[in-house]
């Protein structure tokens, strides 16, 4: 129940295209979820983050979609760059709980030119 | 504001030796972390603390042991590396506060081989 099960695990998506990744959870206390992205050779950073009382949350190109019956939110980067060609990772936690997020296994995103 | 540092950043071990991966940050952060990453396996917790004195076992503690004596530093001890403990291994931290308390700051990364 404490899992976030992410797909795809790799993506390769055209310059300008959309990229959407999906991560889907069991655990309805769960009512943090943040993406992080990672380039190779870094540490992951926060990209943006979503609560549960909203249904969609954008910053720039990147949006993510939250879809609380079904459990299942989603990013998606539009007109989609090769730099963001980078792993991206979904994640879940309770907010004020000890700290830890629960982390999908990460999907690998190439932007072709 | 330096972040989240950690040294070295690449390290060779053989088997049965043991080392301590070093992790500091600057940012008067409360909770401390470390992970390990695997291929096709994420970010797995291994140990973190949520302030000087107190540390707890996350996901995949064996192996390794950890103490954070002051806030800034959180060193990452492997007893009798193994082959198995071949990863790259991040150091994060989070601020204190509800909403803060669950955006973490990764360090740069150790790249451990143990042959």
């Known amino acids: 129940q404490q899992q976030v099960k992410q797909s795809p695990q790799s993506l390769i998506v055209q310059k300008g295209g959309i990229s959407i990744i999906n991560c889907a959870y069991e655990?309805?206390?769960?009512?943090?979820f943040p993406w992080y992205q990672q380039f190779p050779g870094k540490g992951p950073a926060l990209l943006i983050a979503?609560?549960?009382d909203v249904s969609e949350k954008k910053e720039g190109r990147f949006t993510i979609s939250f879809n609380k019956s079904a459990k299942q939110f989603s990013l998606h980067i539009m007109d989609s760059q090769p730099g963001d060609s980078a792993t991206y990772f979904c994640a879940a936690s309770i907010l004020g709980s000890n700290y830890q997020l629960i982390w999908g296994a990460g999907t690998k995103l190439i932007i072709k030119p | 504001n330096a972040g989240v540092t950690q040294t070295p950043k690449f390290q060779v071990l053989k088997t049965g030796q043991s080392m301590t991966l070093q992790c500091a940050q600057d940012m008067n952060h409360e909770y401390m972390s470390w992970y390990r990453q695997d291929p096709g396996m994420g970010l797995r917790l291994i140990h973190y603390s949520v302030g000087a004195g107190i540390t707890d076992q996350g996901e995949v503690p064996n192996g390794y042991n950890v103490s954070r004596s002051t806030t800034e530093d959180f060193p990452l001890r492997l007893l009798l590396a193994a082959p198995s403990q071949t990863s790259v291994y991040f150091c994060?931290?989070?601020?204190?506060?509800?909403?803060?308390?669950?955006?973490?700051?990764f360090g740069p990364g150790t790249r451990l081989t143990v042959l």
């Open positions: 655990n309805t206390a769960f009512d943090y």
């Open positions: 994060a931290s989070s601020p204190s506060g509800r909403e803060g308390r669950n955006e973490q700051f």
């Open positions: 979503i609560r549960p």
